[in-house]
């Protein structure tokens, strides 16, 4: 879905702090220790080792106020805001060998959406201690390595797989799967490619799951608006009961009606639980969730122009209870696109086709 490797340079390291620059084949997402502050190289050092940051130093930072320097952060790391994030990974075999082992991996997404966070961690031991209390935990892609370490809120933040394989959990690394709380898959891929399991055929390979998560608390199956449309869905995206996350990416559309940003929802779970089981689809019995110990619910994905109109016509109903059932006297005589969504879903109502909603708060 994304390229396998990062062709751009670290940002992390062009930050003003030349001990952190290090050589290596690829860029990486990295987690760079910062220098102390009475460790910090003069700006005749960082002229001397030619770092091109210099001439963008602002020395009298941290004469400011703490509480005025920890809002500057804030402004520079939207992230600092402590709301869950998705975090997307992927298991890739060799691309030289057919039959070589798989292994974890990123993607350039990714390094974009982590890039300010890891800025903050290699800048100054003040930003360190900042993201490190937002986000203690580690995910490592790299055994023995702290090149590949990305930081994250285990309890809060949700690690995407779109296929996770169930027979290469001995390539991810022991480090990276007992800190996986809560994960979001696509598929899940049995030993023999006919065995493909989502949705409400999870339930078969959920102990095969947590055998390989061993920490895993709850299981959300994708639900890509491209494909299987709203109707089914519920409105429940749109209120203020559910946690949302957009990424954006930094490369061009690759294809038709393809859209800079994913938008993903989930619900809420720990603040309105009771919201979610009445409003929130469920792939398993209450019976089942308590046999194995694991909750499985939804997460919507926004991620075309027309799923963003869908998301738009959703939230305008929300907000226009009254026009909700004039709306669903309509659906029956509404075609439908090939990704499932309406075609005409913004003739009426005066909804803005042209406008993608933004995220408040």
Not at 87 to 116: R, W, Y
Not at 159 to 171: E, I, S
Not at 337 to 346: A, C, I, L, Y
Request: glycine residues 4%.
């Amino acid at each position: 879905m994304y390229p396998q490797t990062l062709d751009y340079p670290n940002e992390a390291n062009n930050i003003g702090d030349s001990s952190t620059s290090r050589p290596w084949k690829r860029p990486r997402l990295v987690d760079n220790e910062a220098q102390d502050s009475d460790e910090q190289p003069s700006d005749e050092d960082r002229v001397r080792n030619g770092n091109p940051a210099t001439s963008r130093a602002f020395p009298q930072f941290v004469q400011l106020p703490p509480e005025l320097r920890h809002q500057i952060w804030k402004l520079y790391c939207p992230d600092l805001s402590g709301k869950p994030r998705i975090l997307e990974f992927t298991v890739e075999g060799s691309s030289t060998e057919p039959l070589g082992p798989f292994t974890l991996m990123t993607n350039v997404v990714m390094a974009n959406q982590t890039k300010s966070l890891r800025a903050m961690l290699s800048t100054h031991h003040e930003s360190r201690s900042i993201a490190v209390r937002i986000f203690p935990d580690e995910l490592v892609l790299d055994m023995g390595s702290r090149r590949a370490v990305v930081r994250f809120r285990k309890e809060t933040d949700v690690v995407l797989m779109l296929d996770l394989w169930l027979d290469v959990n001995r390539y991810i690394p022991p480090s990276f799967t007992t800190q996986v709380q809560n994960l979001a898959i696509g598929a899940v891929q049995g030993k023999y490619e006919e065995d493909i399991y989502f949705d409400d055929t999870l339930w078969p390979v959920v102990p095969a799951v947590k055998s390989i998560l061993p920490n895993l608390r709850r299981l959300y199956s994708l639900w890509p608006v491209s494909t299987c449309g709203t109707k089914d869905l519920g409105k429940w995206c749109v209120t203020e009961d559910v946690h949302r996350y957009m990424l954006e990416k930094d490369y061009p559309a690759t294809y038709l009606g393809e859209c800079a940003k994913s938008l993903f929802c989930w619900p809420d779970l720990d603040a309105h639980p009771d919201f979610a089981r009445s409003n929130v689809p469920k792939w398993c019995t209450l019976e089942q969730t308590e046999e194995t110990g694991l909750e499985i619910w939804s997460i919507a994905l926004f991620e075309r122009e027309s799923c963003f109109r869908a998301y738009n016509k959703m939230k305008w109903l929300y907000l226009n209870p009254d026009l909700a059932k004039a709306d669903d006297d309509q659906d029956s005589s509404t075609s439908h696109d090939d990704d499932g969504t309406d075609s005409d879903e913004f003739e009426s109502g005066g909804i803005n086709d042209d406008e993608i909603y933004e995220l408040d708060g």
